[in-house]
């Protein structure tokens, strides 16, 4: 069987948690004898090298709809579906805050692609976007899928109500690379030392992560780089951190693994999450997780996380406290090592494209 594996056009150049999920399932997918290729949205393709296409991330239609309109072959979609709207009308700052909070989700979305496009930042895929607009052009995609593959079931469920459209659908967990998140019992975990693993951006929301444990007893450790167009955020949280902050860029996972192994708590207080990669892989290697109350992460932590107010100063912290102070979530760790695996993950969507093609 033959895919072509769509995705945006900066996968890899602006690696995020869609860079692994899209890595690690092609990789499962060869495993099991399906040999997918990974395109940019961006890339001339040839079609007819292909049974079934499968893109990557929902609310980017635009880099969707462009192979559609050539392609005449079933397709699939991963969503990825994201709810900014949260951190757009609180955050945002200047007349691009004081617009997107006049605007509905669709238009903040077809807002910032048009401002990425204008500023060279991102190709804009099909012109038809210009006149169908994102909720016109997502509700097409819809309409048009043969599946798609929820990271949950709250996801699903969001994109049905937002859309009024029920296609075919498979929650798909994300995961973690089983073999190199494997927890050591022996190395004691360090009761003082945050770890927070994650692109530096306003969604992620480090700037509130340091002021809530600015001057504490926590030592917290932020890894990541800053996101593109969002330099001057990380200057922000830079000036605002006191002593008790450290700042790494950017790891390797495999780079990762004595952070994790060595820290109490994982957090990951943003204004939205579909899951947070870097917390499944924390809680497989020992970490109490805190994370975030908006979005779909309760499907996958449930009662096993500390979940916390991302515009509260006060709820950080307290989740921070009260995670620090309870023992190692073994029932946590085993359970992302059973069922959240990318070759769980890659058997559920090979059987998928067996149907469809």
């Given at each position: 069987?033959?895919?072509?594996?769509?995705?945006?056009?900066?996968?890899?150049s602006?690696?995020?948690?869609?860079?692994?999920?899209?890595?690690?399932?092609?990789?499962?997918?060869n495993?099991?004898?399906i040999?997918?290729?990974?395109?940019?949205?961006?890339?001339?393709?040839d079609?007819?090298?292909?049974?079934?296409?499968?893109?990557?991330?929902?609310?980017?239609?635009?880099?969707?709809?462009v192979?559609?309109?050539?392609?005449?072959?079933?397709?699939?979609?991963?969503?990825?579906?994201?709810?900014?709207?949260?951190?757009?009308?609180?955050?945002?700052?200047?007349l691009?805050?004081?617009?997107?909070?006049?605007?509905?989700?669709d238009?903040?979305?077809?807002?910032?692609?048009?401002?990425?496009?204008?500023?060279?930042?991102?190709?804009?895929?099909?012109p038809?976007?210009?006149?169908?607009?994102?909720?016109?052009?997502?509700?097409?995609?819809?309409?048009?899928?043969?599946?798609?593959?929820?990271?949950?079931?709250?996801?699903?469920?969001?994109?049905?109500s937002?859309?009024?459209?029920?296609?075919?659908?498979?929650?798909?967990?994300?995961?973690?690379?089983?073999?190199?998140?494997?927890?050591?019992?022996?190395?004691?975990?360090?009761?003082?030392?945050?770890?927070?693993?994650?692109?530096?951006?306003?969604?992620?929301?480090?700037?509130?992560?340091?002021?809530?444990?600015?001057?504490?007893?926590?030592?917290?450790?932020?890894?990541?780089?800053?996101?593109?167009?969002?330099r001057?955020?990380?200057?922000?949280?830079?000036?605002?951190?006191?002593?008790?902050?450290?700042?790494?860029?950017?790891?390797?996972?495999?780079?990762?693994?004595?952070?994790?192994?060595?820290?109490?708590?994982h957090?990951?207080?943003?204004?939205?999450?579909?899951?947070?990669l870097?917390?499944?892989?924390?809680?497989a290697?020992g970490?109490?997780?805190?994370?975030?109350?908006?979005?779909?992460?309760?499907?996958?932590?449930?009662?096993?996380?500390?979940?916390?107010?991302?515009g509260?100063?006060?709820?950080?912290?307290?989740?921070?406290?009260?995670?620090?102070?309870?023992?190692?979530?073994?029932?946590?760790?085993?359970?992302?090592?059973?069922?959240?695996?990318?070759?769980?993950a890659?058997?559920?969507?090979?059987n998928?494209?067996?149907?469809?093609?």
């Amino acid at each position: 069987m033959r895919v072509a594996f769509i995705t945006r056009s900066s996968l890899f150049s602006v690696p995020g948690g869609d860079t692994i999920q899209t890595l690690e399932t092609v990789r499962h997918l060869n495993l099991l004898g399906i040999h997918p290729d990974i395109k940019l949205s961006c890339e001339s393709i040839d079609y007819d090298d292909f049974d079934i296409l499968h893109f990557v991330n929902l609310g980017r239609p635009a880099d969707i709809l462009v192979h559609l309109t050539k392609a005449r072959l079933p397709f699939v979609v991963t969503t990825n579906f994201v709810d900014y709207s949260s951190f757009d009308r609180q955050n945002r700052k200047g007349l691009p805050g004081l617009l997107l909070k006049q605007l509905s989700v669709d238009g903040t979305e077809y807002c910032k692609t048009l401002f990425r496009w204008i500023r060279g930042k991102d190709n804009l895929g099909t012109p038809s976007y210009l006149w169908k607009g994102q909720r016109r052009c997502i509700t097409q995609i819809l309409e048009q899928a043969k599946h798609l593959f929820s990271n949950s079931k709250s996801e699903y469920d969001a994109i049905v109500s937002a859309y009024q459209v029920s296609p075919n659908y498979s929650s798909i967990p994300n995961a973690i690379n089983k073999n190199l998140f494997r927890n050591n019992d022996e190395i004691k975990k360090d009761y003082s030392m945050v770890l927070c693993v994650a692109r530096i951006e306003g969604i992620k929301n480090q700037l509130n992560l340091i002021r809530a444990l600015n001057h504490t007893e926590f030592r917290l450790i932020l890894i990541g780089k800053a996101a593109p167009n969002q330099r001057s955020y990380y200057e922000e949280c830079k000036r605002a951190a006191a002593s008790n902050i450290e700042f790494i860029s950017h790891l390797p996972q495999t780079e990762l693994l004595p952070y994790y192994q060595k820290a109490k708590v994982h957090i990951l207080p943003s204004w939205f999450e579909t899951t947070g990669l870097s917390s499944l892989e924390a809680a497989a290697m020992g970490c109490n997780i805190v994370i975030t109350n908006k979005g779909y992460a309760r499907d996958y932590f449930q009662e096993d996380a500390v979940y916390c107010d991302p515009g509260s100063i006060e709820s950080i912290f307290s989740a921070v406290s009260i995670a620090s102070a309870l023992p190692s979530n073994k029932t946590l760790m085993s359970r992302v090592a059973s069922e959240y695996t990318w070759d769980k993950a890659a058997s559920q969507i090979a059987n998928i494209y067996k149907q469809i093609v």
